[in-house]
């Protein structure tokens, strides 16, 4: 029997205190860093909802609708201290490292540190980052038929340390894996990530263009608590838009090999909840007895999408067995999110109800606006299974003719099976994305 998220734990746990995208010419250029100077445009490190103004929000919500200040950046940092070195010196190689089946052993090697050393949430949430990504390349160095039932104590502890001081689960989310990996090649030059696996020029793509995809969600969510005036819808509906400008599909394969995402950089996403490959969880050594099971990181680990469900008042409920499903995963994805985020999407939830507002307000010319909204977002998730359908279905049904292009990370050339069908947070992929665009629909206001 296994439990998601620990019930015998043996370590005494340390506390602590707690923007546009241009397509290059050359590959090597990837992504340019946005070069205006206003709040709306600029990244800082770690998170895009940093350019989030608390001013902004407070002063347009509702009458009775407190929403905070949303959260901090994540993190600053790209390095941690020095006693630290061991971690970053294994994060730093982890490609050649798990290429040449050496990761486990250099794992083995690794000595045994405490958390506790940790000064503040930026150093905490980099150790997770690195962690998380030792953790993943560790368990699936041999793809899908090589996997481990324990996490050694010298990683497990300081993983579960760490990730409780965050009040993160020990696994890689999405918060990881998007917006606190990343960082600015020189103060006005392009992106990259800090930490990487398998993957090559493709993960990279992968990360970075899903970085893009949160910040061009940001002026939706600033001007969100907007809720009486007209041009809010404009700027709403323009937010929920330009993120599919953003996937353009011929842009998503100059920078993503459908065929490396498919057989390497989808296993190192995948989880140990709901995975077929680790049917009975992963045990934390020196952290429970009982294997403990963690979803994979997952875009419905997203802020964002969260937040324009909320903000738009869609229901993900219980009308038929998927929406079901689909509502249940979507509500225990965020607790994957960083408590701040869950907290900020928490808060739009106790807020007044904007399709309320619209409803009693039975003005023709907003009803039609957050229609605009509505079908906006719901448009962004078709785009989004056409995506995966490519990413996916394409690249499962190539790898299964021999036609896909071995890869240099896990069961290189074997395309995988266990999770042929599913997300990497453990969804049924295809009827979740499905059912979670139809209830989208379900959240217009008819006539």
């Known amino acids: 029997m296994f439990c998601e998220g620990g019930r015998r734990q043996h370590v005494a746990l340390a506390q602590h205190r707690g923007g546009g995208c241009v397509v290059p010419s050359a590959r090597p250029c990837f992504l340019h860093s946005p070069t205006s100077s206003s709040a709306d445009t600029r990244l800082s ?3 895009i909802f940093s350019c989030l103004s608390p001013e902004l929000l407070r002063s347009c919500v509702l009458p009775g609708c407190a929403l905070t200040a949303p959260p901090s950046p994540l993190s600053t940092k790209t390095e941690l201290p020095a006693p630290y070195g061991p971690w970053m010196e294994i994060a730093h190689d982890l490609p ?13 090697q690794m000595p045994q540190l405490s958390a506790r050393h940790l000064r503040g949430r930026e150093e905490l949430h980099l150790a997770h ?56 090649k020189n103060p006005n030059g392009n992106l990259d990530t800090i930490i990487s696996l398998p993957g090559a020029e493709s993960l990279r793509g992968f990360i970075l263009v899903t970085l893009l995809v949160e910040k061009a969600a940001v002026p939706g969510i600033k001007v969100g608590g907007c809720c009486r005036a007209l041009w809010v819808f404009a700027h709403l509906e323009s937010a929920l838009r330009h993120p599919r400008g953003v996937l353009d599909p011929h842009m998503l394969a100059y920078f993503v090999d459908p065929a490396v995402f498919y057989a390497v950089i989808r296993i190192f996403l995948s989880g140990w909840k ?90 023709a010319r907003l009803c039609a606006a957050f229609n605009r909204c509505v079908s906006a977002l719901a448009d962004f998730r078709s785009y989004h299974i056409t995506i995966v359908t490519k990413y996916i279905a394409v690249a499962a049904a190539k790898a299964k003719a021999g036609r896909a292009e071995p890869g240099d990370g896990p069961a290189a050339g074997k395309p995988p099976s266990a999770l042929e069908a599913k997300g990497t947070g453990g969804s049924h992929i295809f009827s979740f994305l499905k059912s979670v665009r139809d209830t989208t629909r379900e959240g217009l206001i008819r006539a």
């Open 45 to 47: 490190p770690g998170h």
């Open 96 to 108: 050649r490292l798990i290429t040449s089946h050496r990761l486990r052993s250099h794992v083995h």
């Open 129 to 184: 980052l690195v962690l998380s990504f030792i953790t993943m390349g560790y368990l699936w160095q041999e793809g899908e038929e090589g996997t481990v039932k324990v996490l050694p104590q010298n990683l497990a502890v300081p993983f579960w340390e760490v990730s409780q001081a965050l009040g993160l689960p020990p696994i890689l989310s999405h918060a990881d894996f998007v917006l606190a990996n990343w960082r600015r």
């Open 274 to 363: 709901d995975n077929p490959a680790m049917p009975g969880g992963l045990v934390y050594e020196g952290v429970s007895d009982e294997p403990l099971a963690y979803s994979g990181g997952s875009a419905a680990q997203s802020t964002v999408l969260h937040a324009f469900d909320e903000l738009l008042g869609i229901r993900h409920t219980y009308f038929s067995l998927c929406w079901c499903l689909a509502a249940a995963f979507l509500h225990r994805m965020r607790h994957y999110m960083p408590p701040p985020h869950r907290a900020f999407v928490e808060e739009i939830h106790r807020a007044p109800s904007l399709r309320q507002h619209v409803l009693s307000s039975g003005d």
